[in-house]
């Protein structure tokens, strides 16, 4: 197997080198959903626009608590790597595609069954109900898919290998690239035809990665068996935490959509087209974040906490002067990034009034993603657990509620971008002063 050693070594140039694929694998993942939203905003409209970010959210919120997983086994294979034990790492990799495939059914066909009532929960303008579930529903019959190579992509991540999961990606959004006009212009199947290119796409992705890794030996795959008590317990010990970590998140983005919402259709629409940008604006954090998580857990494997704060603080000066650049852009060309998307009037002046309030807010959300890194790779998954709830319902959503009652439609972006820097603060409390250098997921033999 390819894999890097992150115990020995420069950690800035390792930090570096290891982030960049993991940015620009996750810049390649959220570009479905960017090249979608073009073609959608630009080919049918603001309203759906609306309803694709409206029906994303919903997917997020569903998909969350599978992908959440994933962060239990990058803490549980890139312990395993620390330690060299590759018996352990075949066996958790196994256990962990039993499980993560039962539960990605599971939640897929719920969700194609509840899409309606899920909308009309979120307060979805009536307008967009038709198309929103439409939208919904496609996403849902393809989870499996996009389930499936993201799994491949972070075994490999927690292996130290972040390079080979661009290639899967890379395919994916280029079939996407070429399907998602045709579908939904020349085929003229409208919202469908982009749900339809997007799933079409991560299933072809899925099936070539699963035969590469498989072909060169990349990860130690077996044919699926039941896997034994005590992996599943421990899987389970942080997957569940792990899971309802991001359910949190995206649960918290759905509490706020609902505010979005009552402030109408050009608001939903710029509100729409500002998520796609910042699904680009945290790629670096996130990829710092992940980059940190591996890097920290092979190195708690093997004890070495000493690395571990160095790891950290490099983190942390890295992902802070990253954001502070992106900030900037932001502040300076908000009103054309937003025309990216669309063209109606009121919706480009509130995506760019949001994008000014919150420009300078988003280094902390960069802190937020490292340091929560650094402890959930000690296997801290139900404190981090912690931490999201006071960022998303004792701070973010409370905030923007609050803000916007205040200052109208223009405190949505002020009441998020507070929330960052409190929370922030709420990571640095617990990385400074809590207990998660103890903790011991395995027994020793």
Known sequence: MKAYDFTQGNVLKQLVLFSMPIMLG?????????????????????KALGAAAVSSTIVLTVLSFILGLNNATLTILSQQKGKDDEKGMASYINAFV????????????????????????????????????TYLQIQFIGILFLFGYNFISTVLRALGDSKTPLRFIAFAVVLNTVLAPLFISVFRMGIAGAAYSTILSQGIAFLYGLFYVIKHKLVPFSI?????????ALILKLGIPAGLQMMVITGGMMAIMSVVNSYGEHVVSGFGA??????????????AGTAVNSMAGQNIGVGNFKRVGTIARLGVMAVISCMLVIAV??????????RLFISEPDAVAFGEQYLRWIAFFYPFIGINFVLNGIVRAAGAMLQVLVLNLISFWVLRYPFTALF???????GIGLGIGMSFLLSSCAAFLYYRYGRWKTMKLFTAK
């Open 224 to 232: 699926p068996r039941m896997p034994k008590w005590e992996e599943s």
């Open 274 to 287: 500002v998520q796609r940008l910042d699904s680009l604006i945290t790629l670096p954090a996130m990829a």
């Open 98 to 133: 039993v499980l993560l495939t039962g539960l990605s059914i599971g939640f897929g066909a719920a969700g194609f069954f509840l899409s309606e009532l899920l909308l009309r929960l979120l307060k979805t303008p009536e307008s967009m109900i038709p198309l929103a579930e």
């Open 404 to 410: 916007s009652a205040w200052l109208g439609q223009k």
């Open 329 to 338: 852009i932001l502040w300076v060309f908000g009103k054309y990034l937003m």
């Open 26 to 46: 996750n810049a390649l993942q959220v570009s479905f959903q960017f090249i979608d939203s073009l073609w959608i905003g630009n080919l049918l409209g603001a």
